[in-house]
T-cell receptor, first 112, second 114 residues
Framework: AQSVSQHNHHVILSEAASLELGCNYS??????LFWYVQYPGQHLQLLLK??????LVKGIKGFEAEFIKSKFSFNLRKPSVQWSDTAEYFC??????????FGQGTELSVKP | KAGVTQTPRYLIKTRGQQVTLSCSPI?????VSWYQQTPGQGLQFLFE???????NKGNFPGRFSGRQFSNSRSEMNVSTLELGDSALYLC?????????????FGPGTRLTVL
């Protein structure tokens, strides 16, 4: 069965620090990959997505992610975090458009 | 465009009761998916409807059911509620006309079962 693993449960950073959140999935076929963010009190929003093409994808608010097929990974990065990036981040995989399989989420706390 | 809307936003029920949650997708979106979010299990897929037909189903008991109407609005029903059904129920819509597409999520319905 497909599964998604996010390595970090809770990450605490200071403002301006660099961020990398790990995401690995288990599925051998073609996958579509997503990172969603849930800010406190708000609903899930899409940060970025990968369907095909350039494995380095750029999303909103300065986030980017790199798809490494050989490692089944889709790590999220941001060079310099801000306090407003405090949120929960979810990696998700789909091989059928309507069914997303989510990782357990990573809670990011950014200290001002 | 208006986003995905879900009603009600909060609901308190007792064990054994049943509940119906409603979701209105973004205008033009024909696919509606439902997810359950809990602290212990995270986000889990319930089912997807497209043009009034269930396309995908997750691993939930038959007490969880859904349907979609001709205007793409969707409802999900949970019968014989259990304490473990307390969760945030999220609805997401997408176009899904050709191949994969991103899903847009609503604010959720917070269900508490006492």
């Amino acid at each position: 069965a497909q599964s998604v693993s996010q390595h970090n449960h809770h990450v605490i950073l200071s403002e301006a620090a660099s961020l990398e959140l790990g995401c690995n999935y288990s599925y051998g076929g073609t996958v579509n990959l997503f990172w969603y963010v849930q800010y406190p009190g708000q609903h899930l929003q899409l940060l970025l997505k990968y369907f095909s093409g350039d494995p380095l994808v750029k999303g909103i608010k300065g986030f980017e992610a790199e798809f490494i097929k050989s490692k089944f990974s889709f790590n999220l990065r941001k060079p310099s975090v801000q306090w407003s990036d405090t949120a929960e981040y979810f990696c998700a995989v789909s091989n059928q458009g309507g069914k997303l399989i989510f990782g357990q989420g990573t809670e990011l706390s950014v200290k001002p | 465009k208006a986003g995905v809307t879900q009603t009600p936003r909060y609901l308190i029920k007792t064990r054994g009761q049943q509940v119906t949650l409603s979701c209105s997708p973004i205008s033009g979106h024909r696919s509606v998916s439902w997810y359950q979010q809990t602290p212990g299990q995270g986000l889990q897929f319930l089912f997807e409807y497209f043009s009034e037909t269930q396309r995908n189903k997750g691993n939930f008991p038959g007490r969880f059911s859904g349907r979609q109407f001709s205007n793409s609005r969707s409802e999900m029903n949970v019968s014989t509620l259990e304490l473990g059904d307390s969760a945030l129920y999220l609805c997401a819509s997408s176009t899904r006309d050709r191949g994969p597409d991103e899903q847009f999520f609503g604010p959720g319905t917070r269900l508490t079962v006492l």
